[in-house]
């Protein structure tokens, strides 16, 4: 049997490559999920560990564990005359004054902005101090270090994307007071023990950051304090804490480092679940095609596994026979899809760069856990996928081998309409009980009725397909005449298989109907929103997602015929000990700018120990008008009473809004996330736009729109998420073109006798090759119907569930929907071409006399 099962492996060895292939693409996805991730987290622990020193003083409360990470400062200082203090203390090497600044941005010799899409622009001062555990801080490339006020050095990577040379003057751009200033470029350096991942930085020397950056004050934003050889962190934290003053915090480098690396995991954390849910479905793709596939198999050789019945071989040796075939196809494939998924990993890597993220400079990461799960799940989806046709191989009769007709008949479809049935209702009842919010994670509950809806249409695809089997049939006999018959009746006449190769190519276009609904919705939400919560005639925003300097719209105020101008800010606070994202507002310009949807109370109270609360939050916290709560950052902490809730709008977006008097008293940096801008009654908006550009003209991270350009930029990161969710999914519907290629190609050698006779009776080369493209158009178009019906119903689902997060709107696409259509014809056709070719090639009287 052994001997047995190797032979058919290597007689069958393009049937079973196709398989294989959707096994590669499948396990590819979930190696190179796991490599990018990987990748990522050594990237970003080296980049951390080398941005902090054996221990750092900030500002903040002795408890303030937020507070400890890098940009997280707020307005307060260190005072110079504390760092001899911390440099004295048991223990200590030396202490070393650090200003930084997390918004700083190159401007390249054709003015366009180094940067900025994710990465921050850091800039820091010189000092000679290491970071943690001895790692040089700084290492100079190329040049000097600056020495005067007006010199900076660049990183490698930023100094070559700008083009400049030693010597030329740098534009540079911030978010603070002073937002744009001119330094000579002296020299390059690598900061850190290892890539920036796409940031970029700037070394000033220390009188001119603390002019640019604190105001022209004798302070630094941190000190980090180094440890003597055979000191500790620990050891040297416990001596800081001994002399650190209240309102001082003191915390190692080691769990600094480790916090910010476990933040920013977290925040990326969604790159692994995004390609692995692609993986998932890559994989229940695949597992279509490798079922149809070893089905036809085993009804080919009905006659062989009966021969090997009859001379003794049990049923459990014949469905072993076959599993084994399906490991061997399983094991290759996971093999070749480990090697895939660097290929895919590089490609990640590639389209991150795009956005920022920058990972040039680090190896791909291979652990094993990669390779244990890919191989693990690549064997086992295979072998699952081939159980029920192993089983079936068992059952041949060994009376078959006498048999004439060497195809197995094809099973009764009652317990597959019976447990499709059963799933499309459970199905159903689960998405409605998630719509309800019913149960603690509503969302799961919704998705795993899509996926049971999803898995019960596919089983009843045999009953559900038949409208669109009869009405592309009355067209084909219409259109094609006996050809169209025959293709019809083909494409009937097997109605699982014919419905398998289709719910392959339906689970793709489905997934692709849904984002393109939710895609389509999503913009139309948006422009709603903002026609109708916004009525500034301008939107002054960043680019780039980065805050501003607050003296441009102090410019603007200043700009004639501009009637009102409402500044938003933004910060992650904690709010009764949970980080949420917070706005600040002046109430009374707000009402001058938009329409807030107010629900209890009024934002005319909102002052510097106030809050209000979106109604959304109130609810889930048990709030209303009147509550208290604590306001927590950078280590100073207020209690604010809560004077308004509101529906979150454009303007009003966060969960959290505060007074701008309200976030300078806490500390929050005085940088702008947004400006909204009235024109006065009768000004020439064209003359107004451009006196408003004016402002900005010498800083490239900040643009001036009217309302329908700033809708255009807000759809902009929609269109861009929506072509990586399309890119991903057509990998999906690839495998599925293979399944129809390969049922097809199959179907051809199952039928070589009756081509043989058709061909014989008259049937021409065109016809035979007519014939097949239409009976794979059939099954695209059925795929196809059955997806767009689907995606429509989860779309609709989906966007019902997001209403409160602001998909309000229901978008239907339907020129797009059209497209799905038309593409999946075409597929029918291309995927006809080789099989079309193959049976028109065959010679008739050998066909005729085949067994």
């Given at each position: ?38 990748t ?14 054996d ?12 507070a ?9 200082t ?23 600044n ?11 902005l ?16 290491p ?14 270090w600056?020495?005067?006020?007006d ?8 100094a ?9 003057r ?11 200033i ?11 023990a ?11 020397e220390t ?5 640019v ?29 001994e ?17 910010a ?8 954390s ?21 079922v ?29 026979s ?8 399983g ?6 899809g ?23 400079a ?6 094993p ?60 009842a ?17 998705g795993a ?26 067209f ?9 018959l025959m ?53 002054v ?7 501003f ?29 949970d980080?949420?994202?917070a ?19 009024t934002?005319?109270d ?12 109130a ?13 927590e ?17 454009a ?21 702008d ?6 024109a ?19 800083l ?25 969710v ?58 196809a ?56 090639k065959?010679?008739?009287l ?6």
């Open positions: 049997m052994l001997k047995a099962t190797w032979r058919n492996v290597f007689a069958h060895k393009l049937r079973l490559f196709l398989s294989a292939f959707a096994v590669i693409l499948g396990v590819a996805f979930v190696a190179g999920s796991y490599i990018f991730t990987d990522l987290d050594r990237a970003f622990t080296g980049l951390t560990s080398g941005a902090v020193g221990v750092i003083v900030q500002p903040g409360s002795s408890d303030d564990e937020e400890s990470g890098p940009g997280a400062l707020g307005t307060r260190v005072p110079a005359s504390l760092v001899d203090e911390l440099g004295a203390v048991p223990g200590a090497a030396r202490a070393d004054g650090r200003v930084s997390f918004g700083t941005f190159v401007v390249g010799k054709d003015g366009k180094i940067g900025g899409q994710g990465p921050p622009g850091i800039a820091v001062n010189r000092t000679e101090g970071a943690a555990n001895g790692i040089p801080s700084a290492t100079l490339e190329s040049g000097r600056p020495e005067a006020p010199e900076v050095v660049l990183d490698p990577s930023t070559r994307k700008a083009g400049y040379l030693l010597g030329e740098i534009p540079l751009v911030t978010t603070s007071e002073v937002p744009r001119e330094v000579t470029y002296v020299g390059t350096a690598s900061f850190g290892s890539a920036l991942v796409g940031a970029s930085v700037v070394m000033l009188s001119k950051a603390q002019e950056y604190l105001g022209g004050e004798d302070a630094f934003s941190a000190v980090w304090v180094t440890a003597a050889p055979g000191t500790s962190q620990e050891q040297l934290l416990a001596s800081v804490k002399v650190l003053p209240e309102g001082f915090r003191a915390a190692t480098g080691d769990a600094t480092s480790e916090r690396s476990t933040r920013i995991d977290e925040a990326l969604f790159v692994t679940t995004f390609l692995l849910v692609f993986a998932g479905v890559a994989l229940t793709v695949g597992a279509f095609l490798i149809n596939t070893f089905s036809i198999l085993v009804a080919q050789r009905s006659r062989e596994l009966a021969l090997l019945r009859a001379i003794g071989a049990s049923r459990r040796q014949v469905a072993r076959v599993l084994a075939e399906a490991g061997v196809v094991l290759v494939g996971s093999a070749v480990i090697a895939m998924g660097f290929v895919l990993a590089v490609g990640i890597k590639l389209l991150f760069s795009r956005i920022g993220l920058d990972l040039s680090n190896e791909l990461v291979l652990r856990r990669t390779v244990v799960v890919a191989l693990v799940v690549g064997i086992l989806v295979t072998l699952a996928a081939a159980y029920l046709p192993a089983r079936r191989a068992g059952r041949v009769p060994p009376v078959a081998a006498m048999r004439d007709d060497v195809a197995l008949a094809e099973s009764g479809l009652r317990w597959r309409l019976a447990v499709g049935a059963a799933l499309l209702a459970a199905g159903i689960a998405m409605a009980a998630g719509l309800a919010d019913l149960g603690s994670q509503p969302t799961y509950v919704l009725g899509a996926f049971g809806v999803l898995v019960g249409t596919a089983l009843l695809s045999p009953v559900l397909g038949r409208p669109v089997l009869a009405a592309l049939g009355w084909y006999r219409r259109s094609f005449g006996a050809v169209g293709a019809e009746q083909n494409a009937r006449r097997n109605p699982r298989r014919t419905a398998a190769t289709a719910s392959a190519l339906m689970i793709g276009v489905a997934l692709v109907t849904m984002m393109s609904v939710l895609g389509a919705s999503a913009k139309a939400s948006l422009d709603q929103s903002l026609s109708e919560d916004i009525v500034a005639d301008f939107v925003s960043n680019a780039v997602g980065q805050a300097s607050s003296t441009v719209a102090d410019e603007i105020e200043q700009v004639d015929g501009v009637a009102a101008v409402a500044r938003v800010r933004s910060a992650v606070l904690q709010v009764d000990g980080r949420d994202f706005s600040a507002v002046d109430p009374a310009a707000v009402d001058a700018v938009a329409r807030p949807e107010i629900v209890t109370g934002l005319a909102l002052d510097a120990t106030s809050v209000a609360i979106s109604s959304e939050l609810a889930d916290r048990g709030w209303a008008v009147g509550s208290t709560v604590k306001i950052y950078a280590g100073a902490t207020t209690d604010a009473t809560v004077v308004a809730t509101y529906v979150e709008g303007v009003l977006q966060s969960d959290v809004t505060m007074s701008l008097e309200g976030f300078d008293a806490i500390g929050v940096p005085p940088t996330r947004t400006v909204y801008v009235v006065a009654p009768g000004v020439d908006r064209a003359v107004l736009g451009a006196a408003l550009k004016d402002v900005v003209v010498d490239p991270t900040v643009t001036v729109n009217d309302q329908e350009t700033f809708a255009e930029e807000q759809r902009a990161p929609i269109d861009q998420l929506l072509f990586i399309y890119a991903l999914l057509g990998l999906a519907v690839v495998i599925a073109v293979l399944g129809i290629v390969n049922t097809l190609a199959l179907s051809v050698i199952e039928r070589v006798r009756e081509i043989g006779l058709l061909r014989a009776v008259g049937l021409s080369r065109t016809q035979l090759r007519t014939m097949l493209r239409l009976e794979s158009v059939a099954i695209a178009l059925l795929g119907v059955l997806g767009i019906v689907l995606g429509l119903a989860f779309a609709l689902a989906l966007q019902r569930s997001l209403i409160d997060d602001g998909i309000d709107v229901l978008a239907i696409p339907v020129g797009q929907l059209a497209l799905f259509v038309a593409v999946a014809a075409v597929v029918g056709v291309l995927a006809a071409l080789w099989p079309g070719r193959r049976a028109a065959l010679d008739i050998r066909a005729i006399a085949s067994d």
